[in-house]
């Protein structure tokens, strides 16, 4: 089991940048891989982004490649997502999470853990 904090939300202006971080608990934490989700209101919970254990590869979800960098220290138990070039629409609760990459790959995740509180990002336009 690994227990999973997210921060670094805040208030931005489109265009601006912000970084996230996850905090793990857990010694084995190297072995799961982990994916940065969000949830705008009224909408579902979508992946973002992912990366495998060893960081050696990272997913992203088409509508933040290019803007959104995710990486990982696993020294630290920690996952970060830098967000450049922000979006109105990139407003969410984003939340982070580790599991296993399904046969549909690592941003499709199973086994996940239970659910943190989340980070809330608003970026104004």
């Known amino acids: 089991q690994v227990q999973l904090v997210e921060s670094g939300g805040g208030l931005v202006q489109a265009g601006g940048s912000l970084k996230l971080s996850c905090a793990a608990s857990?010694?084995?934490?190297?072995?799961?891989?982990v994916g940065w989700f969000r949830q705008a209101p009224g909408k579902e919970r979508d992946v973002v982004a992912a990366t495998d254990g060893s960081a050696s590869n990272t997913y992203y979800a088409d509508s933040v490649k290019g803007r959104f960098t995710i990486s990982r220290d696993n020294a630290k138990n920690t996952v970060y997502l830098q967000m450049s070039s922000l979006k109105a629409e990139d407003t969410a609760v984003y939340y982070c999470?580790?599991?296993?990459?399904?046969?549909?790959?690592?941003?499709?995740?199973?086994?996940?853990?239970?659910w943190g509180k989340g980070t809330l990002v608003t970026v104004s336009s």
């Open positions: 999470n580790a599991g296993y990459c399904s046969g549909y790959g690592c941003l499709s995740l199973y086994g996940i853990q239970k």
């Open positions: 857990g010694r084995t934490f190297s072995s799961y891989a």
